[in-house]
């Protein structure tokens, strides 16, 4: 799925394995190893548009980007494999985890769960495009003041949904700020100080 | 509540390097590593504050098994191995900066401080030099080695510790709910009380999520887990967070080490879930034996109790 | 991720001819949330996916002369915070704010929550083959079990795991299901049915269908409503155990009543009998015990979910007193 000469040779692979197990367990345990052979369906005129890749653009941290894409892909794949925007992080791959938070159109979302395609002419912020120049965004500056992080690897998607909630609510509750990072999760248990970290911020905010 | 001990005490044998260059800079290698426990903070702070620098003047390379050798990260031991090294290296730059020092002011190294980047004369503050200026042309970086000493062999030593849970539970639903905890350690003195409390925060979470939620279902119907996400294996959200206050007896035992200081990995994830049990028996009267403290289980262990004559 | 391709349709009458002509492994995608979990996993290996989020204009939330039409694209997080479904339609704000965690609710819709597919653990797992996927048994019956049905099991103890669709239930929603003939629409509850009918599905959509729009009637005046879903940690969590109420009160008594449950059954589960013992009752908590008392005497439970009983008599209670509030 990831690009399409792997995709050619998957097809040989699938038959080399089917050839040796046969039968309809073999197939499926093929199409679990090598992933699925794609059927090509066309579409006619009038008809809905289909697409195998294509070629789309949208907005990263300001900036224009264009590129080839296929459906499989997520945007998590994008911003980390291509765009190499690695800050934002891939734990668990499926929504239940929060590492993966992005803002898109201002609103956070998990960009291990929306296809790239999906994405196509969005406005989406990441962590890497927070800070202007050498100047930390505020909530970036509390993080690091109030210590709230161990390992870090939640620490980005915790920036986002943070920055996303004081966007919403400037002077949020401590029960408010629990309910806006409800969709991150923190393994080494910091949430205290990331708590505390986004009180401040909404200081420094509102002081300008 | 519920207490803990735990030895915490470190590997005697770690070493560190820490080097001096002819520009003021100071670097320390260790082959230690930093897993969000703050080991890299710590190294710059035993060093710097030992040669009266601050954290950030000290450059610190860890995480490549190249440097001196250190034990890995676990059973609450990396802080007491390392930094005990770092120190001892760090003392050895002292004395021989001092050393260096004496011969410009003219009085022997025992009268010389290391402080605010100076050496500064016990007697008379006046009279300093910056160590900038002491090491200015040495031919080639000065290199100390330092080493973490043996244990004490006439004591025994542990890490001690206490936490106070306060709970509410929903006797209709089984639901607990922590809403505060205070947890009281003594590790010997602390390095950093900011990484310290981290580990606080941390291994009371941890402990709650494994009292109230974490629970690995084997199947014996298709022999596997049939939890293994995050989503079914449940952790403590940011919803499910108390108030925690950590307290730090801070008291230097010199017989330990030279730094005085002991571990604080496992020291809080110890007492952490049974101060939670504790507290929900003292809440409903009667134990739930067994974590995680589930809805159902609470249900059961009321029912239990309403049994009983 | 498997390969697929990607329909970006303009109008839903695209969607719908192209599902009525395609044989193959076509599935519509809303918000994605539920349906790339399940591609993730390998559950299901589509050609193709529609995305329903190109075709314009079905977002919206609109009073109209005899009912609120809430289009199927609509945002849970939108329908949550909408200001006029928080001042008529208590249940559906509160079923709304406490689905999974705000990231999900952002990006999930309310026809892909009505549409989603069941949450246990062995439907969840491609090596298991149970009888929602073809195979001949329930492995939840002598397995693992705390999350499954205590009503209407049997074929399949997997429960529906949509926190609105008992909302929209206990309001007597309307779904509007568009297909190539046009539209048609059916009682909400009447759209899902249980594992007997057919176990591969939970719902009577046919292949070449969508739902296009959920209705709700104008809210009453003597109406209230109220949604208490119990979970097992703070948040981002399936209901184990929810109740839906909406009532009809005159003072403190009760004239009219529905009472949905989730999680608890293969499909949402309405209490038709707690709801006729209610009728001429007080709204407390003790008339409503009595009464949830008559259902749970029907629960077959299974070894590890007992428990949900219990929690549900409460949260039956428990809704009954908050629609005084
Ligand atoms: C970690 C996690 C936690 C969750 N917690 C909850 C929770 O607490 N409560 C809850 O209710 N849900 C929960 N969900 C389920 C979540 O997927 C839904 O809440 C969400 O609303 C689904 O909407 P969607 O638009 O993303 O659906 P999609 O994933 O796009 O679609 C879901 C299914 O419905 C079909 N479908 C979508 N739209 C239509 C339509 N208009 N007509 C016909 N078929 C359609 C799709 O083909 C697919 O099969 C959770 C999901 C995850 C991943
Ligand atoms: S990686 Fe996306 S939510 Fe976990
Ligand atoms: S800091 Fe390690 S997971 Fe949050």
């Not at chain 2, 770092?86 to 003219?106: F, H, I, P, T």
């Not at chain 3, 008339?287 to 409460?314: C, D, H, M, V």
Request: proline fraction near 5%.
């Amino acid at each position: 799925m990831e690009n399409s000469r792997k995709k050619k040779k998957t097809v040989t692979r699938r038959a080399f394995l089917q050839s040796l197990s046969g039968g309809a367990v073999g197939a499926g345990v093929a199409s679990r190893v090598l992933g699925k052979e794609p059927r090509s369906i066309q579409s006619g005129p009038g008809e809905m548009e289909v697409f195998s890749s294509k070629r789309i653009a949208l907005t990263v941290n300001g900036k224009k980007v264009g590129f080839e894409t296929e459906p499989g892909e997520t945007l998590l794949q994008v911003l980390r494999d291509r765009l190499r925007l690695t800050g934002t992080k891939r734990t668990c791959n499926r929504g239940e985890c929060g590492g993966c938070t992005v803002l898109l159109d201002g609103k956070p979302v998990y960009s291990c769960h929306i296809l790239a395609i999906q994405a196509e002419g969005k406005d989406i912020l990441t962590i890497e495009g927070l800070a202007s120049g050498d100047k930390l965004h505020p909530v970036q500056q509390a993080f690091i003041d109030k210590d709230s992080y161990q390992c870090g690897f939640c620490t980005p998607g915790f920036i986002m949904s943070s920055v996303a909630l004081l966007d919403k609510n400037k002077q949020p509750s401590l029960d408010e700020i629990k309910a806006g990072l409800s969709g991150n999760l923190c393994r080494c248990g910091n949430y205290q100080k990331i708590h505390a970290a986004v009180a401040a911020a909404a200081d420094a905010m509102r002081r300008g | 509540m519920a207490s803990q001990i735990w030895p915490g005490a470190g590997v005697p044998g770690t070493l560190a390097d820490l080097r001096i260059y002819s520009d003021g800079s100071v670097e320390v290698e260790c082959g230690t590593q930093d897993i969000g426990t703050g080991t890299r903070t710590h190294i710059a702070v035993v060093a710097a504050d030992t040669l009266g620098l601050e954290p950030q003047d000290i450059s610190v390379k860890i995480g490549n098994s190249d440097y001196p050798w250190a034990p890995i990260s676990g059973g609450s031991l990396t802080t007491p191995s390392v930094g005990p090294a770092v120190r001892d290296a760090a003392l050895k730059a002292a004395e021989y900066l001092k050393g260096l020092a004496s011969k410009k002011l003219n009085t022997p190294p025992a009268d010389i401080l290391l402080e605010n980047k100076k050496l500064v004369l016990k007697t008379d503050p006046s009279k300093a030099i910056e160590i900038r200026e002491v090491v200015r042309g040495l031919p080639r970086p000065m290199v100390f080695h330092g080493e973490r000493s043996e244990h004490p062999s006439t004591f025994a030593f542990q890490t001690f510790g206490a936490h106070f849970a306060e709970v509410e539970v929903d006797t209709e639903t089984g639901k607990i709910k922590v809403k505060k905890v205070v947890a009281a350690h003594d590790v010997g003195r602390v390095i950093n009380r900011q990484t310290a409390e981290s580990q606080v925060l941390g291994g009371i979470i941890q402990g709650l999520s494994a009292g109230l939620f974490e629970e690995k279902l084997m199947d014996p119907e298709t022999g596997t887990m049939v939890n293994p996400n995050l989503h079914d294996y449940k952790i403590a959200t940011a919803l499910d967070i108390p108030e925690i206050i950590p307290i730090f007896a801070d008291v230097v035992d010199d017989r330990l080490n030279n730094l005085g200081t002991k571990g604080l990995g496992e020291p809080p994830r110890i007492p952490s879930s049974a101060a939670i049990a504790n507290a929900v028996y003292n809440a409903i009267g009667v134990h739930v034996r067994e974590i995680p403290m589930t809805p159902a289980k609470v249900l059961a262990a009321l029912k239990r109790k309403e049994a009983k004559p | 991720m498997n390969s697929f391709q990607y329909g970006k349709p303009t109008s839903l009458e695209q969607v719908t001819s192209f599902l009525a002509r395609e044989n193959a492994n076509v599935f519509v995608m809303a918000g994605g949330t539920d349906l790339l979990g399940e591609i993730k996993e390998g559950l299901i290996e589509p050609d193709l996916v529609i995305d329903l989020k190109a075709v314009p204009g079905l977002a919206y939330i609109k009073k109209e002369k005899d009912a609120v039409a809430i289009g199927a694209l609509t945002a849970v997080a939108d329908l949550a915070e909408d200001p006029m479904i928080r001042q008529d339609y208590r249940v559906l704000v509160e079923a709304a704010k406490v689905i999974a965690s705000p990231q999900l609710r952002n990006m999930g819709t309310v026809g892909g929550n009505l549409c989603q597919r069941p949450r246990c653990w062995y439907y969840r797992d491609a090596r298991v083959v149970c009888s929602k996927k073809g195979g001949s048994k329930c492995y939840a019956e002598k397995g693992r079990n705390k999350y499954h049905a205590i009503f209407a099991g049997g074929i399949c103890y997997a429960v529906y795991p949509s926190d609105l669709a008992p909302a929209f239930i206990a309001l007597e929603a309307i779904a509007v299901i568009a297909s190539p003939q046009g539209e048609r629409t059916i009682p909400l509850a009447e759209f899902y049915a249980p594992p007997i009918v057919n176990v591969r599905k939970e719902n009577v959509l046919g292949k070449q269908e969508v739902v296009k729009e959920i209705r709700i009637p104008l809210a009453k005046k003597n109406e209230k409503s109220t949604y208490q879903k119990f979970i097992e940690r703070g948040s981002w969590d399936f209901a184990v155990v929810s109740a839906a109420v909406k009532a009809a009160l005159s003072g403190a008594t009760i004239e009219d009543i529905r009472i949905v449950c989730g999680g608890v059954a293969p499909i949402p589960w309405r209490l038709k009998k707690v709801e006729a013992a209610l009728k001429g009752k007080k709204a407390t908590e003790s008339e409503a015990r009595k009464a949830a008392k008559i259902a749970l005497a029907e629960a077959a439970p299974l070894a590890e979910n007992g428990y949900k009983i219990e929690l549900l008599e409460t949260m039956i209670a428990r809704a009954v007193v908050a629609l005084g509030k």
